[in-house]
């Protein structure tokens, strides 16, 4: 079954340190890769994709992640995190077979604190 | 942009009660997606469509149904609201690009009493 599995449902962390969110996914085909992230009483909005291509995909407010398909991860990263980044983070992937559905981890809630 | 719109932000209805939850979108997208999202078990899809009068059961769409009888609205009807269905609803649409990419509402909040 397709799953993604967010190890961290919750990451504390201090403003201006750098953080990682971890996100593995199950798959021994082609993927599509997402993060979203949601603020407080809000929808998702995407943070960045990996269709094809350059392994490192960068997104908007300074994130970044790499796709690993050895070992079928897609971690996100910020070398310095605001407490303007404090939001749930979603990853999600989707199969290039099909309809297309986004099968989303149970997301991690990164807490910034001054 | 992409504007998906949901009517309600936030709704408090009693148990038994009919409950409708619109969504439009503005981007002629083909694909339209209601999930429900509670604290720890992430986004869990309730319905899909991929084209006007067409629906797909999701993952959980027991106690839930669905019209879209015009391609930019997507409507959740909750039949006899339970208080178990107290959660945050959203809504989302993509394109038929085939990559899956998603572009969501604000969502709906709702408590069932």
């Known amino acids: 079954a397709q799953s993604v599995t967010q190890l961290d449902s919750q990451v504390p962390v201090f403003e201006e340190a750098p953080v990682e969110l971890r996100c593995n996914y199950s798959?021994?085909?082609?993927?599509?890769l997402f993060w979203y992230v949601q603020y407080p009483n809000q929808g998702l909005q995407l943070l960045l994709k990996?269709?094809?291509?350059?392994?490192l995909v960068k997104g908007i407010n300074g994130f970044e992640a790499e796709f690993n398909k050895s070992q079928t991860s897609f971690h996100l990263r910020k070398p310095s995190v605001h407490i303007s980044d404090t939001a749930e983070y979603f990853c999600?992937?989707?199969?290039?077979?099909?309809?297309?559905?986004?099968?989303f981890g149970t997301g991690t809630r990164l807490l910034v604190s001054p | 942009d992409v504007k998906v719109t949901q009517s309600s932000r936030y709704l408090v209805k009693r148990t038994g009660e009919k409950v409708f939850l619109e969504c439009v979108q503005d981007?002629?997208?083909?694909?339209m997606f209601w999930y429900r999202q509670d604290p720890g078990l992430g986004l869990r899809l309730i319905y899909f469509?991929?084209?006007?009068?067409?629906?797909e059961k999701g993952d959980i769409p027991e106690g839930y149904s669905v019209s879209r009888e015009k391609k930019e609205r997507f409507s959740l009807i909750l039949e006899s609201a339970s208080t178990n269905q107290t959660s945050m609803y959203l809504c989302?649409?993509?394109?038929?690009?085939?990559?899956?990419?998603?572009?969501f509402g604000e969502g709906s909040r709702l408590t069932v009493l």
């Open positions: 989302a649409s993509s394109p038929g690009d085939q990559t899956g990419e998603l572009f």
């Open positions: 981007m002629d997208h083909e694909n």
């Open positions: 469509s991929y084209d006007v009068k067409m629906k």
């Open positions: 999600a992937v989707s199969y290039p077979t099909g309809f297309q559905k986004l099968v």
């Open positions: 798959s021994s085909v082609s993927v599509y």
């Open positions: 990996y269709l094809s291509g350059s392994t």
